[in-house]
């Protein structure tokens, strides 16, 4: 009988969570990816409120229309970052020699992605109601934002990772990212409008089922076609 | 270089001759309409370019997933080709559709289901030229090309589906009607016959310019290839 010298390949979860430690590290010692989003999103809130007026007769109808624009724009910011750091010193080379299967490298990009999303947004949504005076932290709007961070980022970082490779890299993200993440952004407004106004839940669960459908659709797809975007 | 194949030429005969015949039947022969006036007549290429545009749409996507899986560049002429003369036609539907609407909704535009479904996967054609232009590599772009119609050709029909959820003035001509659409009409005999014709007409038109174009694509990498051979 003879032993294999090999040391066993690392099992799925196991990858994936290094490179969300490694990413989370990284972040905890540079901060440069968290601090740029979160700046970036008091500012879109900053001028949101000159430009759209936001007294308490305009707030009800806007809040989520803002809270989703601010969530993407700075999630596009944070997306671009974490996937240009990879390309810059060629750290996606280093990370596709690891015998690990290609799509724990998507699973571990997307999970430090949306941790770094989830923690922009856990600071925007009580800084939003403090300036704002309205309350956010009802359980149906949490759940919409964690379904619609989950889709955003799920297709995001996708994308990102093409878009770093094209001669245009950062501009390329938000044009490609957008239409293609439409219906996530729209139907989380959706929902997030019908919880923030007190509808009935048979009112917003028509968006909440199909905010539910394209988190499944896109996370099966961007996992199946991840390897394309990175083979050399 | 191979000559123009016969059945090619034959086709673009048949295109002339089918929008002239098809020209004459939506402004002649087909009954004015009781409410909307002549300006109803636009219906007929409305629907028939929307038609060409949803099968390039549709063919695109299937190009992408023939291309991922056999990896041969025959697949990305033919998706690219695909791609170009849908968003040729739907430029056209939605141009169409606004002269329509002016006299009939009394606006050019609106942000009902079909309109903002048409204006993203316009935007999605005009994102996917965008990043083929940011690519050198003709295997790379190629096989991002791919993903990112796969990644449309999924998330339009969820925009589609978000939208309805806010409403609709559209009016459905084939199919049941929803009950706030405005516009709407019933067809009598000429009237279906011009509509089944310009259908076929601009399918017609559509296969020919189809054609040339993935033609066109396999010529542009003949004189690459001279141009990678003369700089060697």
Redesign the interface.
């Known amino acids: 009988m003879t032993e294999s010298t090999r040391p066993p390949a690392p099992s799925f979860s196991k990858a994936v969570l290094a490179i969300v430690r490694k990413d989370l590290s990284a972040e905890l010692r540079s901060r440069e990816l968290l601090s740029a989003m979160l700046v970036f999103a008091l500012l879109v809130i900053l001028i949101f409120n000159f430009a759209l007026e936001l007294d308490v007769k305009v707030r009800e109808t806007v809040t989520a229309g803002v809270l989703w624009t601010t969530f993407a724009f700075a999630g596009t910011l944070g997306l671009n970052r974490s996937m240009s750091v990879e390309k810059d010193r060629g750290c996606l080379d280093g990370l596709l020699l690891a015998p690990v299967d290609r799509s724990a490298i998507y699973f571990g990009k997307a999970l430090s992605n949306l941790i770094f999303m989830l923690i922009v947004e856990a600071f925007t949504l009580p800084v939003y109601s403090l300036l704002y005076n309205v309350n956010l932290f009802q359980p149906g709007l949490l759940l919409v934002v964690l379904l619609g961070s989950i889709g955003y980022i799920a297709v995001g970082t996708l994308l990102a990772t093409m878009a770093v490779q094209t001669r245009t890299r950062d501009v390329m993200l938000p044009i490609l990212l957008f239409p293609i993440v439409l219906p996530v952004l729209l139907a989380s407004v959706k929902a997030s409008a019908g919880f923030l106004n007190g509808l009935d839940f048979a009112e917003i669960s028509g968006a909440l089922n199909l905010l539910i459908a394209y988190d499944l659709i896109f996370i099966a797809v961007p996992l199946m076609l991840f390897e394309y975007v990175v083979e050399e | 270089m191979p000559s123009k194949p016969l059945t090619l030429k034959f086709l673009d005969l048949a295109s002339i001759l089918a929008m002239v015949i098809s020209t004459y039947l939506a402004l002649v022969f087909a009954p004015q309409e009781v409410v909307m006036g002549n300006a109803q007549r636009i219906f007929y290429f409305h629907i028939g370019t929307a038609w060409v545009a949803m099968l390039g749409f549709i063919l695109a996507a299937l190009g992408g997933i023939i291309y ?1 899986i056999t990896k041969d560049l025959k697949w990305d002429r033919f998706e690219l080709a695909a791609v170009e003369v849908s968003a040729l036609f739907f430029l056209i539907t939605i141009c169409l559709g606004a002269i329509w609407a002016r006299p009939v909704w009394n606006t050019w535009w609106t942000w009902d289901v079909r309109l903002t479904t048409a204006a ?1 996967t316009e ?2 054609f ?2 996917y030229l ?2 083929r ?4 590599d003709p295997e ?1 772009r190629a ?2 090309g ?3 119609t ?3 050709g ?2 339009v029909p ?2 589609f ?3 309805r ?2 409403r609709t003035i559209h009016p459905v001509v084939v199919g049941s009607p929803s009950a706030e659409a405005q516009g709407g009409f019933n067809m009598d005999d000429r009237m279906v016959a011009t509509f089944l014709f310009a259908l076929v007409a601009f399918t017609i038109v559509f296969i020919d310019l189809f054609w040339h174009r993935v033609r066109l694509g396999a010529l542009e990498e003949k004189v690459e290839q001279q141009k990678l051979k003369a700089s060697l």
């Open positions: 991922l993203v935007l999605v005009i994102a965008m990043l232009q940011g690519l050198e790379k096989r991002f791919a993903v990112y796969l990644l449309g999924l998330s969820v925009t589906m978000v939208i959820l806010f």
